[in-house]
T-cell receptor, first 113, second 114 residues
Framework: LAKTTQPISMDSYEGQEVNITCSHN???????ITWYQQFPSQGPRFIIQGYKTKVTNEVASLFIPADRKSSTLSLPRVSLSDTAVYYCLVGDPLYNQGGKLIFGQGTELSVKP | NAGVTQTPKFQVLKTGQSMTLQCAQD?????MSWYRQDPGMGLRLIHYSVGAGITDQGEVPNGYNVSRSTTEDFPLRLLSAAPSQTSVYFC?????????????FGQGTRLTVV
């Protein structure tokens, strides 16, 4: 399973766009990139998953360059409620489906008024 | 659907006691797993299961047992609780699909061993 590296913490203000980058130099051909969000005292929640280029849903966008050695989670116009820890996971989707998730340290995002 | 349900939400144990953390899901998911999260840390995988009757060890399995007799339930047993097992425990479930491969987590069990 590929190791991931993310910033430990980030600060932002309401209304700004936040980009959190994750490095995964040893990503394998079959690996997907998945991001989870965790609020205090809650279990993680799936945000977005992608394999290459760009994926967008109602919550976020995920940008993956051609070499796939990094990825960027983009949160548009954050609000106070986006304050959470964000985890980047890399692995075979067979295991990503709740079978064998390997979490790193995560990025603690703090959104200020 | 209730999703993933964990019981109890809070538990205090004395060192050496045993107990079982319950996890149930009503989504007919094949995959289930247990994680622990210590303060300021990410989640660490304890045990996981890819189907009834099949379990395997994760990153930190020592001191914990699991079994998967049904698709719905995946209990985690602490054999002889130690203070080092004080943590928040999360259960998750998921199923193998081609897309939208997300895992669903329970609300957690906060365990304190004194």
């Amino acid at each position: 399973l590929a190791k991931t590296t993310q910033p430990i913490s980030m600060d932002s203000y309401e209304g700004q766009e936040v980009n959190i980058t994750c490095s995964h130099n040893n990503i394998a051909t079959n690996d997907y990139i998945t991001w989870y969000q965790q609020f205090p005292s809650q279990g993680p929640r799936f945000i977005i998953q992608g394999y290459k280029t760009k994926v967008t849903n109602e919550v976020a966008s995920l940008f993956i360059p051609a070499d796939r050695k990094s990825s960027t989670l983009s949160l548009p116009r954050v609000s106070l409620s986006d304050t959470a820890v964000y985890y980047c996971l890399v692995g075979d989707p067979l295991y990503n489906q709740g079978g064998k998730l390997i979490f790193g340290q995560g990025t603690e995002l703090s959104v200020k008024p | 659907n209730a999703g993933v349900t964990q019981t109890p939400k809070f538990q205090v144990l004395k060192t050496g006691q045993s107990m079982t953390l319950q996890c149930a899901q009503d989504m007919n998911h094949e995959y289930m797993s247990w994680y622990r999260q210590d303060p300021g840390m990410g989640l660490r995988l304890i045990h996981y299961s890819v189907g009834a009757g099949i379990t395997d060890q994760g990153e930190v399995p020592n001191g914990y047992n699991v079994s998967r007799s049904t698709t719905e339930d995946f209990p985690l047993r602490l054999l002889s609780a130690a203070p080092s097992q004080t943590s928040v425990y999360f259960c998750a479930s998921g199923r193998p699909t081609g897309t939208n491969t997300e895992a669903f987590f329970g609300q957690g069990t906060r365990l304190t061993v004194v």
